[in-house]
């Protein structure tokens, strides 16, 4: 489900990544846009740091499934926001993982190709738990196979809320308890 | 002897670098130096470009090595140029790797320590091996331990050539054999 990255492939779809943020300085630069050339900064710097919070978590699976979703062909764009600096050592990684990559999975089968579907993922770590808000905007066209998926049986430490199931849009609300509370 | 870098680290230490790339850029912005600014992006480009060309010889070990040498504690600070896009798929990576490393960690040991010690590695891949020229400028202040290590066997394949070696250069120039050739 999850490629295993060989650090070289890893290093150059990052290489790839940074330096498309480069050449839009440098285009930017060569038109004089230069207060677009400084909002395209600050967002790097603020990807960056959603970056490394995402990577602080503690969820070091969970993160490299996310940080690397782009690079693989599925039918979203995939976004996310960490809200806080909180760490989640209690949080079985693999478990929360396995279910995001079926849920990613499903999306990418259920979703319209060749269309720009986008999937945002807020992610709120908890004293007790983390929550997460996966907010999908674009096209389903196999509305039936994310509704088995949601309403099949989760591992017992996932709950997961269905705040919308439309065919443009799905907003989810999944809990996910700490391991202690829920063993 | 090499770090089995985990991708989240992996990804920490390119993070931290590429940022501060955009961050000497943000300052040359802020001070108007519009010129600076491209130079720099010149370079990171140029930079990126090299980067691609090692990645690409396929010798992956060889490749990572000098790619994370400098996030290691060493006390110099490795530049490597690569001359042309010939692949080296007939040079055995573990033993150029192996003994690339240990010429590293022998620098390592011999150079002075927190001083402004550089390497420059000039790679030409050619047709029956790859030609290597390492070029030490810094302070040595262990000639012997270096010297040593030169004078002792290298692996067959591996021919080393002493061109300098003076407390505050070394030039070598080492050929690696292609396998079938040296076997």
């Known amino acids: 489900m999850k490629k295993d990255w060989k650090n070289i492939d890893f290093l150059r779809h990052v290489r790839h990544d940074w330096l498309n943020k480069v050449q839009l300085i440098k285009g930017n630069l060569a038109l004089n846009k230069e207060e677009r050339v400084k909002e395209i900064i600050d967002d790097i710097i603020r990807e960056a740091q959603q970056e490394a919070r995402l990577s602080n978590l503690e969820l070091p699976d969970f993160a490299l499934l996310l940080l690397t979703l782009n690079w693989e062909s599925y039918c979203f764009h995939l976004e996310y926001e960490v809200l806080n600096d909180e760490k989640c050592q209690y949080i079985e990684d693999a478990v929360l993982t396995k279910w995001t990559a079926m849920l990613f999975n499903v999306l990418d089968k259920s979703a319209k190709s060749f269309y720009e579907n986008h999937l945002s993922v807020s992610i709120a770590p908890e004293s007790n738990g983390i929550r997460l808000f996966f907010d999908f905007s674009g096209i389903i066209t196999d509305r039936a196979l994310i509704d088995d998926f949601l309403h099949a049986k989760s591992p017992k430490s996932i709950k997961v ?23």
Chains 1, 2 share one sequence.
């Open 161 to 183: 809320e269905i705040h919308a199931l439309m065919d443009e849009e799905i907003a989810l609300e999944v809990f996910v308890e700490n391991e202690s509370a829920s063993g």
